[in-house]
């Protein structure tokens, strides 16, 4: 089923912009915190995904925030500290809103060369007595949850079964093995999870919670339920969630996106002629087909981030009004990204904006919640032209990489360019990110930022 049909913009109006204008007429510099983080939301991302779910002329709820700032995103590298790396990865990027602190690509929650734990936010809320909570569409041990409540040295630790001797991609042999529990350290990433005083875990990655627990004979997971975690596994059982601590695994990896492209197609290359493959200045060349977005068939009983935002929002405030510490991470922005998948990335990006809308909800009654916006690092994903601006020559001028066109609701082609490398997986970028605000941001959100600020913003609105 195409969805470029689909009357989106009504989710954007109404009620929701009721609850803007009452969220915005209030400021304050004491209480919770919501993090939103779009993994690899960049300005492009968010450009392709308003054209496609509002139109050109439309806007996001992202859109209507008040505050908007910029980040810079900080890496070092890992053997020389004092030398900058200008392109950054989830793991360090998300370490450095978590504690403030720049590191090296790879590292959750450990400085670089010496690597030794860095305090997180998460940490400094249960010193004062707050509860937390941690929400993902990627596995909820994958590098961007994990930097808010785990140390370690290598972000593909996520289970027992994987500290030692782990080959998760082309003969790259990782070694935790300072980090296992017997060796002094913390253990595994799920085990960190359990043992971290997180009162919601809410995301994929089911199999890093089934292998034994390092030097036990019970599993992750029912070291979890000991531990008093309530366990859910798909939408149903979510929606119909108690009280106390929650932890949901709602896939075995990174949780099924909403929006594919058609028949699953990714981006494509340009088929340049026989004629043009001789000489670049000759022949001509063939663009992909056109493409609508369509839902995804394994989307089934999959819970939306919205819902998981609401279900950790009320297991946070069930016993109590004390302020507490949220983020709520839309992983597969980037994800479908590596993977040339612009639909995905789009189906996520809406949810993301849903699940702001459920913040800004809830901030409606609670108006000293601070809500930030922003991303961990840019994406591969170029909004360029459907067709060349050089089609007035008589040169067949086309993109060296992938190209998704997408039909939209404006009744136009939206060209998706995919070109960092010709790898099987596209690559991050070092642009700038976005980072917006509600009013509460207002005085504490200046309008640039190097992305460990964050941190100290979090740090200053959440901590009293």
């Not at 496609?52 to 008040?66: A, C, E, N």
């Not at 663009?287 to 609508?292: A, I, N, R, S, T």
């Not at 504490?444 to 964050?454: L, W």
């Amino acid at each position: 089923m195409s969805l470029r049909n689909l009357n989106l913009s009504k989710f954007y109006s109404g009620a929701v912009l009721l609850a803007l204008a009452s969220v915005f007429s209030v400021s304050s510099f004491a209480g919770s915190v919501i993090l939103i983080i779009g993994d690899g939301m960049d300005d492009h991302q968010i450009t392709i995904a308003r054209n496609y779910l509002v139109g050109s002329r439309g806007k996001l709820l992202i859109d209507r925030l008040p505050l908007r700032s910029t980040a810079q995103v900080l890496t070092i590298d890992n053997d020389n500290p004092d030398k900058a790396i200008y392109v950054a990865d989830s793991a360090n990027s998300a370490t450095s809103m978590a504690t403030g602190v720049v590191t090296s690509i790879g590292r959750i929650g450990t400085s670089a060369g010496d690597d030794k734990d860095l305090v997180n936010i998460v940490e400094l809320a249960h010193r004062q007595g707050l509860k937390t909570g941690i929400v993902s569409t990627a596995s909820i041990t994958d590098a961007t949850p994990a930097s808010f409540y785990a140390h370690i040295s290598t972000r593909d630790c996520e289970n027992p079964d994987m500290m030692v001797g782990t080959d998760p991609y082309f003969d790259m042999v990782i070694d935790c093995s300072p980090d296992l529990k017997s060796n002094g350290g913390l253990g595994s990433i799920s085990e960190q999870l359990i043992d971290s005083g997180v009162h919601v875990a809410l995301g994929g990655g089911m199999k890093h919670f089934t292998p034994l627990a390092e030097g036990s004979d019970q599993t992750v997971l029912e070291l979890a339920k000991e531990s008093g975690y309530q366990l859910v596994s798909n939408a149903t059982e979510l929606d119909g969630s108690g009280a106390g601590k929650l932890l949901g695994l709602f896939s075995p990896s990174t949780m099924p996106v909403m929006w594919r492209g058609q028949d699953d197609r990714a981006a494509e290359k340009p088929d340049p002629s026989f004629l043009n493959r001789i000489h670049s200045m000759l022949g001509s060349v063939t663009y992909p087909e056109p493409m609508d977005c369509e839902s995804n068939p394994e989307y089934i009983d999959i819970p939306s981030i919205s819902l998981m935002t609401q279900t950790a929002l009320d297991r946070l405030t069930d016993e109590d009004e004390r302020d507490f510490f949220l983020m709520v991470e839309s992983a597969s922005i980037d994800k479908q990204s590596h993977q040339r998948k612009a639909c995905g990335s789009i189906g996520e990006l809406k949810q993301l904006d849903e699940s702001l809308a459920v913040a800004i909800k809830f901030a409606e009654s609670h108006p000293d919640t601070l809500i930030l916006v922003t991303a961990d690092h840019g994406q591969a994903a170029q909004l360029v032209p459907e067709r060349t601006l050089y089609s007035g020559i008589p040169v067949p001028v086309y993109t060296p990489g992938h190209v998704a066109r997408i039909n939209t609701s404006e009744g136009v082609i939206m060209a998706v360019n995919y070109a960092t490398n010709d790898f099987v997986s596209e690559e991050h970028t070092g642009v700038n990110i976005p980072l917006l605000s509600n009013d509460v941001g207002q005085g504490s959100v200046p309008a640039m930022v190097t992305q460990p600020e964050i941190f100290d913003i979090i740090k200053s609105h959440l901590l009293k």
